[in-house]
């Protein structure tokens, strides 16, 4: 079993999504690895134009410059495909994902290699693993709350991960961590049935 573990709080220490979201990847790993990707310490860079165009070049008439703006890209995309799960720890920053999930996303994104055209729309080719995603907030907007209307992470990040072919998605949810450990006691709680049942 390989876990791929993504985390995107800049906050190197004391990081609540972080915390919870290793705690997850390492009882679903048992004996397995965990592979790490911290995106708070390195956040992926924007796209440019260059390597944008490098996306849509086909493959045998790439640059080497090309090549190089790939590096990044290929290297994440490769991680994906090797994991047998994928975790998530995604904190809410302004009412989204925060932008080092942001950018890993333009930066997984990719025709030829994680979805391609077809006649009845792009397909995901990113299949077959679930994705297990630790949200953390300093307010409470989860499910059946009055200020669900406000969360753009979880339907951004649930659409952005169908794209690519991932349809198997859950959420935990640490809300109100601007208040107390109340979210996320309850979170540890939804993290250890999680695990039950993997
Ligand atoms: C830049 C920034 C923006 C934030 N925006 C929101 C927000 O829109 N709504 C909210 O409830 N909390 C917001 N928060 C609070 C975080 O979601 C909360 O502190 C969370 O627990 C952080 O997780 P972490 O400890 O893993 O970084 C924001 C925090 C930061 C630093």
Redesign the pocket.
């Known amino acids: 079993m390989s876990i791929l573990l993504i985390s995107s709080?800049?906050?190197l220490e004391?990081?609540?999504?972080?915390a919870l979201a290793q705690e997850l990847a390492h009882s679903l790993a048992g004996d397995g690895r965990v592979v790490v990707r911290d995106l708070g310490a390195n956040p992926p860079p924007h796209l440019d134009q260059e390597t944008i165009g490098a996306f849509y070049t086909p493959e045998a008439e790439r640059t080497v410059e090309q090549n190089q703006k790939l590096a990044l890209s290929n290297e994440l995309i490769d991680e994906l495909f090797a994991a047998d799960a994928i975790v998530i720890?995604a904190?809410?920053?302004?009412?989204g994902i925060a932008s080092s999930l942001k950018t890993w996303i333009d930066q997984v994104a990719r025709i030829g290699r994680t979805f391609e055209p077809t006649g009845q729309g792009p397909k995901g080719l990113v299949t077959d693993r679930p994705v297990h995603v630790v949200t953390?907030?300093?307010?409470v907007?989860g499910p059946g709350t009055p200020f669900n209307h406000l969360d753009h992470l979880e339907p951004y990040l649930r659409r952005a991960l169908n794209f690519i072919g991932l349809e198997d998605i859950s959420f935990i949810y640490?809300e109100g961590?601007?208040k107390g450990d109340d979210g996320i006691q309850a979170a540890r709680a939804q993290i250890s049935q999680v695990a039950e049942a993997a």
């Open positions: 709080s800049p906050n004391g990081s609540s999504s972080r720890a904190p809410m920053h302004n009412f953390t907030r300093g307010g907007y640490a961590t601007a």
